[in-house]
């Protein structure tokens, strides 16, 4: 009976070492390409997700179709971050308890994360629902695509609770150094996703409702692809009722991290839904343009994004087990990674605008509208590698409100300003409201360089290490 007692806990400690993946060893370089390879693919899927809508509604339905699930699409983002910035909370407290060896915190950090966002996504869904029409009307969209972008946003609402899930377990599986996993999962959804993309807007006509209810479908199976997983390795939280449990001390902590990275996400995200809504009353081509820019821009700065968010979880356990030394080589070796492929990424854009957005649409007015957008918006491409590092940095380190700030700043101060004094008032277009970003990105950039400069960032606020 012993034997097979000791047997049982070897094997657990075997799949438990599966997933935990220890990022305080080994070469740096060697360990962020690794962690952040999985996790820059992961991020390149879950944003086919909606590229794949607006490339096969953009070619089955028009600027009217891509203008809707823009729309639709932007509310829904809104809203998905907030919960993102809740898991990126989830994925750095759960790393610097891995990082410092403290296995309950750890333990009772998961089992709070998962219970709240649970709650909280049947809250949203509610709440959203019932706005879904004032928040549209407030967007000024256009009479011609307001159905379209009704019809999207209705479906993707009523899939919250798979958004919500999934965030929180790839945050989890992050959190404990493991990127391959969500990668894995997500892309078996994205194949689905493109496949009933064609069935229902392609085939059976249902336009961007077809879209919507794709992405939600794919959602679901990345969700219960990773519950599934998890019960497999015997993960400490078994699905079971008994372990939804709510620890209200771990709960301020993940809040302390995850809000102000939620405020900063809604607040970013809310300025770009600011230059949505000023292209939207230039007309439905401006509109559709933006939307267009706005999801090759998706893929543009994916590097920068996974590449951060790597440099994040890798920070994070490094701070908990009190290795400074190690926590700054991950950003630097983060930022030249980042952006020598945003370099490369910058270039072929200046070079071949037009080509690359007449995928998502032939029609010339809305062509033109978006080269005259991208021209402009480019820059942020190689900007934003030390924004999305030194946020990763500071970030992993605990100092989430910091970083907040300075994205707050960027979007209230500078982004929505700019947009509206050079898309507006100077009347320079799309090609002003494309200026917008670059010069927010920058000034984000050089306030958390000035950050990091002070050493402040070595403070650990979470283990107390």
């Given at each position: 009976?012993?034997?097979?007692?000791?047997?049982?806990?070897?094997?657990?400690?075997?799949?438990?070492?599966?997933?935990?993946?220890?990022?305080?060893?080994?070469?740096?370089?060697?360990?962020?390409?690794?962690?952040?390879?999985?996790?820059?693919?992961?991020?390149?899927?879950?944003?086919?997700?909606?590229?794949?809508?607006?490339?096969?509604?953009?070619?089955?339905?028009?600027?009217?179709?891509?203008?809707?699930?823009?729309?639709?699409?932007?509310?829904?983002?809104?809203?998905?971050?907030?919960?993102?910035?809740?898991?990126?909370?989830?994925?750095?407290?759960?790393?610097?308890?891995?990082?410092?060896?403290?296995?309950?915190?750890?333990?009772?950090?998961?089992?709070?994360?998962?219970?709240?966002?649970?709650?909280?996504?049947?809250?949203?869904?509610?709440?959203?629902?019932?706005?879904?029409?004032?928040?549209?009307?407030?967007?000024?969209?256009?009479?011609?695509?307001?159905?379209?972008?009704?019809?999207?946003?209705?479906?993707?609402?009523?899939?919250?609770?798979?958004?919500?899930?999934?965030?929180?377990?790839?945050?989890?599986?992050?959190?404990?150094?493991?990127?391959?996993?969500?990668?894995?999962?997500?892309?078996?959804?994205?194949?689905?996703?493109?496949?009933?993309?064609?069935?229902?807007?392609?085939?059976?006509?249902?336009?961007?409702?077809?879209?919507?209810?794709?992405?939600?479908?794919?959602?679901?199976?990345?969700?219960?692809?990773?519950?599934?997983?998890?019960?497999?390795?015997?993960?400490?939280?078994?699905?079971?009722?008994?372990?939804?449990?709510?620890?209200?001390?771990?709960?301020?902590?993940?809040?302390?991290?995850?809000?102000?990275?939620?405020?900063?996400?809604?607040?970013?995200?809310?300025?770009?839904?600011?230059?949505?809504?000023?292209?939207?009353?230039?007309?439905?081509?401006?509109?559709?343009?933006?939307?267009?820019?706005?999801?090759?821009?998706?893929?543009?700065?994916?590097?920068?994004?996974?590449?951060?968010?790597?440099?994040?979880?890798?920070?994070?356990?490094?701070?908990?087990?009190?290795?400074?030394?190690?926590?700054?080589?991950?950003?630097?070796?983060?930022?030249?990674?980042?952006?020598?492929?945003?370099?490369?990424?910058?270039?072929?854009?200046?070079?071949?605008?037009?080509?690359?957005?007449?995928?998502?649409?032939?029609?010339?007015?809305?062509?033109?509208?978006?080269?005259?957008?991208?021209?402009?918006?480019?820059?942020?491409?190689?900007?934003?590698?030390?924004?999305?590092?030194?946020?990763?940095?500071?970030?992993?380190?605990?100092?989430?409100i910091v970083s907040s700030i300075g994205g707050i700043m960027s979007s209230v101060g500078f982004r929505i300003p700019l947009a509206v004094l050079f898309g507006v008032i100077l009347d320079k277009g799309m090609w002003g409201l494309g200026l917008a970003a670059p010069s927010a990105s920058l000034a984000t950039a050089v306030a958390l360089f000035i950050y990091y400069l002070s050493g402040k960032w070595k403070r650990n606020r979470i283990t107390g290490r």
């Amino acid at each position: 009976m012993e034997k097979d007692t000791k047997t049982i806990t070897m094997k657990q400690e075997i799949k438990k070492s599966t997933v935990e993946k220890k990022l305080t060893e080994g070469s740096v370089a060697k360990q962020l390409i690794l962690f952040a390879l999985p996790f820059m693919l992961s991020n390149l899927i879950q944003t086919l997700y909606n590229v794949a809508d607006m490339l096969i509604v953009g070619n089955f339905v028009g600027p009217v179709g891509v203008s809707g699930v823009n729309i639709g699409g932007q509310v829904t983002f809104i809203m998905t971050n907030i919960i993102i910035g809740i898991s990126v909370g989830g994925t750095v407290v759960i790393a610097q308890y891995l990082g410092s060896g403290d296995r309950k915190g750890m333990n009772e950090t998961i089992k709070t994360l998962i219970t709240f966002l649970l709650a909280a996504s049947i809250v949203f869904t509610v709440v959203m629902t019932l706005l879904a029409d004032t928040v549209l009307h407030l967007m000024q969209t256009p009479e011609e695509s307001y159905r379209q972008a009704r019809d999207y946003l209705n479906v993707t609402l009523s899939g919250t609770v798979f958004i919500f899930g999934y965030n929180a377990f790839a945050a989890i599986l992050r959190g404990l150094g493991d990127s391959k996993r969500p990668l894995v999962f997500v892309a078996v959804a994205c194949i689905i996703n493109v496949f009933l993309d064609l069935l229902f807007v392609g085939l059976w006509g249902m336009e961007s409702m077809g879209a919507a209810l794709a992405t939600v479908i794919s959602q679901a199976i990345s969700m219960i692809s990773c519950i599934v997983y998890l019960k497999r390795i015997n993960f400490e939280f078994d699905f079971r009722l008994s372990s939804f449990k709510f620890y209200k001390n771990r709960f301020a902590v993940l809040m302390q991290v995850g809000i102000p990275i939620s405020i900063q996400n809604v607040i970013v995200n809310f300025s770009f839904l600011v230059l949505t809504t000023i292209a939207n009353g230039m007309g439905l081509s401006a509109s559709a343009a933006i939307g267009i820019v706005g999801k090759y821009n998706g893929f543009a700065i994916l590097p920068a994004i996974a590449v951060g968010s790597s440099v994040s979880a890798m920070v994070a356990q490094n701070i908990g087990a009190g290795m400074i030394d190690r926590a700054k080589k991950t950003f630097y070796v983060g930022f030249t990674l980042a952006f020598s492929i945003s370099l490369v990424v910058f270039v072929i854009t200046r070079l071949f605008p037009e080509q690359i957005l007449s995928m998502f649409g032939d029609d010339p007015d809305m062509l033109a509208a978006a080269v005259e957008y991208l021209d402009t918006f480019t820059f942020d491409y190689i900007i934003v590698p030390a924004t999305f590092c030194l946020n990763g940095l500071i970030t992993g380190a605990g100092h989430t409100i910091v970083s907040s700030i300075g994205g707050i700043m960027s979007s209230v101060g500078f982004r929505i300003p700019l947009a509206v004094l050079f898309g507006v008032i100077l009347d320079k277009g799309m090609w002003g409201l494309g200026l917008a970003a670059p010069s927010a990105s920058l000034a984000t950039a050089v306030a958390l360089f000035i950050y990091y400069l002070s050493g402040k960032w070595k403070r650990n606020r979470i283990t107390g290490r």
